[in-house]
Structures are given as structure tokens and as C-alpha cells.
């Protein structure tokens, strides 16, 4: 991220002033005075810090903070989308006669006091006596004789624990609607949110909004998350509501609404949404829902680019585009298998199919290239350990139940007890044995202390995680 050194001419400024007790902070913005008050330090400066950040996204104004306590000061900068993040301390410029320095000093107190400021000039001044270096919950501040010439440019996350592999310092912190889950573009590029301010935006890896769009609907209305879905080379932006999806362009025109048909539902488990009714198929383009030739005895499982995959739990699969016959794909069976038991789910690259084994009481679980049906990975597998069992895959490693398949040799391994919850990259994130884990696709298990924040995804290296209604990109260790 890079810190701000440009003019702030007609920024508002907010100060904060943290209790002796931590308990309770004062909060000074346009002659108002405003308390907020936490169970612990790290609750009673998050409060302070998201009164302000109100305070900025109403006015459509960046707020300049000098966020203060007894052990020094801090100054950050609340954005009008809700973004925090510090900058450069600027030090004063040096008085041209020394000996008007005290009449310089008066005057500029006398001119705040006729606007309104005196409270918050007499609370400054009082602080400023006290020159410790650290500021606990804010950063550091050096002596003037060790001034750098700008600080760290990051915000702490305490309000849980990082996910292994991430430091507890973020490159930012983004205000969102409560209750709304954001989504993190396959290639890292981006981030999709609804702010705080309830509008729908889209943030590159400094998060700084690269487009936003007033919702169609009331963000509580919004069926799931909101999704990256691509088209061609761009990653467009969908939500579902009741009856209804919206995609904005890449460029966050739009949007296009689409009326869904009575029992519509919506689907976004490949790149682009599925709309599928008991008996038909449909993609959105460009503002219409194109229907694919559905075969007998198959549903829709997911979109690539625009074909439809689409199967039957006895098998075959099916690839189909609009306007085109759907081309068949049998898959191969493995060598120890007795028969083909149920196709279960489908991904991108991968039909995930349960053989008969020739093992009474084994079952064969097998990853099945989605377009050739060749066996990529296979693992033999009491069925009872595959109950209630999904897949899930990152970009390097995927599970489905205990079963940990390595996505780039296929070798696969049990870890009796895992149940996958979600995986970023090279880790899947889950629970073994009531505790929180990271496994990577060797095998190796790391402990999460309880409610570590999962990252929803990698954004240029950075995970995006959630904690109290904001959104934060984590420093990689």
C-alpha cells in the first residue's frame, strides 16, 4: 500500500483519546465530543476507530485521525468507503523566529477556540507532554531525534486469530454490511464486498475501491455471497435475490438484471452462474438466459466458461453449449473397482465418482478428469468414513471427508476424522478431533487456536479474512 503525502486541504479531522483504564475513549470530530466504550483496549479502539469510519462514509470525506494516549500517537487516515490505514507523520514545519514562538502557539489556540475546537486543542496539549515511543493497539511512534520518515504502514488485527502462515498486521481494514460475505477473484486480482456504506464495490490488492454500484436490492436480500464470475477474460460481478440475478461488467456498468423462470434457482459452483429448473439448463448472456440441450436422466452441476456440465448419478457426463448437441464422456474405472456405485459432485476440472470396490465393506473414491474421464486420483475407503462428506479444492489440494488429494502428483492420503470446511491456495482449513486445523496437501497438520479467521481467499498473497463486520487483507509471515 502506499502512504498518502499529498495535499489534505479541507480534510476533516477526528481525535482520539484513549482512558487511562482502556475502557473508554473519547472520540472529537467538527467540535463534538462522542465516548465509546469497550469490554478490553483492543474492543475500545476498534469502537473508536469504527466511529470514525461511520463518520467518514456519511460525509463522503477522507478523516485525518491522531488517534492519542498516554503513550504517544499514531496518525491514520479513515477513507469515505471505510478503508484505515496510516500514514506519514508529517513533522511541523520549524518556527522562522524563535522568539515568536509562544505568540504563534496562542494564536493558533485562540483561532480554534473562535471555531468551536478549544476542548479538543486543551486534550491534545495534554497528551502531547507525555513522550513515551509505543502506542498499545495503534503502533509505534519514535522520539523526534528518531523520527523515520514515514511509519509502518499497516493495521493490527486483533479481533481473532490469523490463520497459520499470516501475521497478525493488515495491509487494510474494510468497514462491510453485517451479515454479507465477500468473494476474492481466482486470480488474486480482486475483492468483491458490500461496504458498509450498502453499496456493492469491487477493491484491488491496496484496497482502494476500483468501482461501486448502489444495490438493486436490500443487502440482507442477497441469496449467498456476492461472486466473481468470468466472462471471456473479465471477472464480472453477480448477486441472486428472490426470482432474480444481477451481473455488473467488469467494469461495473450495468447491471444486467435476469428474471429467473418459476423455480429457478441459481448456481455458482463453476466460473459463470447456472440457472436450472427441474428440466432445463441455463446460462446468462447478455440478457438472456440461453438454454442447453438437457440429455434424459441429467441435471446441470456447473458453467465453464459456456458449456454446462451436466450428469446422472448412474453416469455418463455431459459437456453442452447453447444451440450445440452435449458430447458424451464416460469415465474410466479403476482397476480395483466393481462397478461404478454413484457420480456424487463435480468441479472445474474434476467428476468425483464412488466405485464399488471388491472389497465388501470398501467403497473407491476416484477424482475423474471432467473432460476425458480419466482417473486422476483414487483412494479405497470404508464408506462409512465418507458420511455427509463434500469436496472441497483449492488450487493445489483438495479433500472430500478424511480423504486429502494432492492436486498436482494425485497421490492421495487418509486423515481419519478431518472434515474440510473450505481451501485457499495450498490449505485446506478444517476440524480434526473438535480443534481447528490447516492441512496441506502432504499431510502435514497445523493447530488453529479457537475461532482462527479462515481466509476467503488470496488477494495478491494476502489473506482476505472477516472479523466483526470487517473485511482485512492479512501480511503474509
Known sequence: MTNHSTSRSGTDTAVIVIAADDL????????????????????????????????????????????????????????????????????????????????????????????????????????VLV???????????????????????????EARSAPP??????????????????????????????????????????????????????????????????????????????????????????????????????????????????????VPREGELLEVKVPKGTGGMLVVGDEVLLAAADGPWYWAAPGEEPAKVTAKEPKSADGLDRVITASERYVIVRWQSEKEDKVILAAHDARDGSVFAETEITAGELADATWIEGETVAAYGPILTDLESGQTQVLPGF????????????????????????????PMEPDTARPWGLLDGHAVVMADANLYALLPD
Open 24 to 127: 473508554s475513549a473519547e472520540v472529537f470530530i467538527e467540535g463534538s465530543r462522542h465516548v465509546v466504550h469497550g469490554a478490553d483496549a483492543k474492543a475500545t479502539r476498534r469502537a473508536a476507530l469504527d466511529y470514525v469510519t461511520d463518520h467518514a462514509a456519511r460525509i463522503g470525506r477522507p478523516v485525518i485521525i491522531e488517534a492519542r494516549d498516554v503513550y504517544g500517537v499514531q496518525r491514520l487516515e479513515a477513507l469515505p468507503r471505510g478503508v484505515i490505514r496510516s500514514i506519514p507523520q508529517i513533522p511541523p514545519p520549524a518556527p522562522r523566529n524563535s522568539g515568536k514562538q509562544s505568540g504563534s502557539r496562542t494564536g493558533v489556540v485562540l483561532a480554534l477556540a473562535a471555531a468551536g475546537l478549544a476542548v479538543v486543542v486543551l486534550v491534545v496539549v495534554s497528551v
Open 165 to 282: 502462515g499470516f501475521s497478525s498486521e493488515a495491509l487494510w481494514r474494510i468497514p462491510v454490511t453485517e451479515g454479507t460475505r465477500p468473494a476474492v477473484s481466482d486470480d488474486g486480482s480482486r475483492v468483491a464486498f458490500i461496504g458498509a456504506d450498502g453499496k456493492l464495490a469491487v477493491a484491488g490488492p491496496e484496497g482502494k475501491r476500483l468501482w461501486e454500484a448502489d444495490l438493486p436490492i436490500q443487502p440482507a436480500e442477497i441469496e449467498g455471497a456476492v461472486r466473481f464470475v468470468k466472462n471471456d477474460d473479465q471477472w464480472e460481478v453477480a448477486i441472486a435475490g428472490t426470482g432474480k440475478l444481477w451481473i455488473w461488467s467488469a467494469d461495473g456498468s450495468g447491471p444486467t438484471e435476469y428474471k429467473l423462470p418459476k423455480d429457478g434457482v441459481v448456481t455458482f459452483a463453476g466460473t459463470a452462474p447456472l440457472v436450472t429448473t427441474d428440466k432445463k439448463a441455463m
Open 131 to 157: 513522550v513515551p515511543r509505543y502506542l498499545p493497539g495503534f503502533g509505534t511512534q519514535a522520539e523526534p531525534s528518531q523520527q523515520a520518515p514515514e511509519t509502518p504502514d499497516t493495521i493490527p488485527f
Open 419 to 446: 472434515t474440510p470446511l473450505n481451501a485457499v491456495a495450498g490449505v485446506v482449513y478444517g476440524e480434526l478431533e473438535e480443534g481447528q486445523v490447516a492441512v496441506n496437501a502432504a499431510g502435514e497438520v497445523t
